[in-house]
């Protein structure tokens, strides 16, 4: 681990952590970083402790692990539990953006860079594991993002193990258990057929997604459009320009903030066509603004297809 200052290398079981610091090279904001991995304050395999220590569960190419990650300064201390515990160390400077070049970002917009000096810690980091990021994804599609998190809590609690170093959270199963995971189950969740059959076909090609995680090659899975395939992409490979269209909100959000109106995915993609290479991470920046449109009307009620 590029940066690291303490190394513990020792074999790690169930109950016995692998653990390293890493000094990061630049401003990092560990809980603003990896929030958005986060599906919802139940996640079962994710969670964020009041005193901002991050906790991921993961099914790693090495197997199940735990992650846990505690700032203090610029500073990092990492463990990890489990056959995944080197994996996960491993790629924890790319999990909290090494990979990122926000330096190479120029502000366009007051609003942008009053944003950008707020939380100037913001990266946009990847997890290496496309297949984790699909699956929530595909389940928020068109649906409330609660409706969404209720599927992956049952699903992943249903079906995922305990998590080595910390039983309360859940391991996502790995694509096999996907695919055997029968149909009144999905149906128990809260997911209808169509986002079930999109994420069985995604686990029969796993290994190739894993491989190859470009657009085009997500794209080419039924099921999988453009918003979808920038959910992953934003995770996964840590892409800073992957835009959400077709979200139900973000064109408000960048509309509002740029012009004062709300806009299309059309308009919305004219306005953010300065910042190619970092658009991403202007949206994530704009909603961090507080500057979206005001909410009218009542909210949307959560459907519960179980009942269907």
């Known amino acids: 681990m590029a940066g690291s200052v303490a190394v513990d290398m020792g074999p790690a079981g169930v109950d016995e952590a692998l653990t390293r610091e890493w000094k990061a090279p630049f401003a990092v904001d560990l809980v603003l970083t990896l929030r958005p991995h986060m599906r919802g304050s139940r996640d079962p395999a994710f969670r964020i402790d009041p005193d901002g220590t991050v906790w991921r569960a993961s099914f790693t190419p090495d197997g199940p692990g735990t992650l846990r990650l505690r700032q203090r300064g610029d500073v990092i201390a990492a463990a990890a539990w489990g056959p995944g515990a080197r994996w996960l160390l491993d790629g924890v400077p790319d999990l909290l953006g090494a990979g990122d070049v926000p330096e190479e970002f120029e502000p366009r917009h007051p609003v942008v860079s009053e944003s950008l000096r707020r939380h100037p810690g913001l990266r946009i980091g990847r997890t290496g594991r496309v297949f984790e990021a699909l699956v929530p994804a595909v389940l928020e599609q068109k649906v ?4 969404a998190w209720r599927a992956w809590g049952y699903l992943l609690r249903r079906f995922g193990r305990p998590a080595p170093g910390d039983p309360a959270l859940r391991v996502p199963p790995p694509p096999e258990v996907w695919i055997r995971i029968p149909s009144w189950e999905w149906h128990r969740s809260g997911a209808e057929a169509v986002r079930a059959r999109t994420i069985i076909g995604a686990a029969r090609v796993a290994a190739r997604l894993e491989a190859d995680a470009a657009d085009p090659r997500l794209r080419s899975l039924p099921g999988i459009g453009v918003w979808t395939a920038a959910e992953i992409r934003q995770r996964a490979a840590g892409d800073a320009d992957a835009v959400s269209v077709g979200d139900y909100h973000l064109s408000g959000i960048v509309g509002w903030a740029l012009t004062g109106e709300k806009v299309d995915d059309d308009r919305m993609l004219e306005l953010l066509a300065p910042y190619a290479g970092h658009r991403h991470r ?27």
């Open 282 to 308: 202007v949206t994530r920046l704009l909603e961090l603004s507080g500057k979206g449109p005001p909410r009218r009307g009542p909210r949307l009620a959560v459907r519960d297809y179980r009942r269907f």
């Open 144 to 147: 409330l993002t609660a409706e």
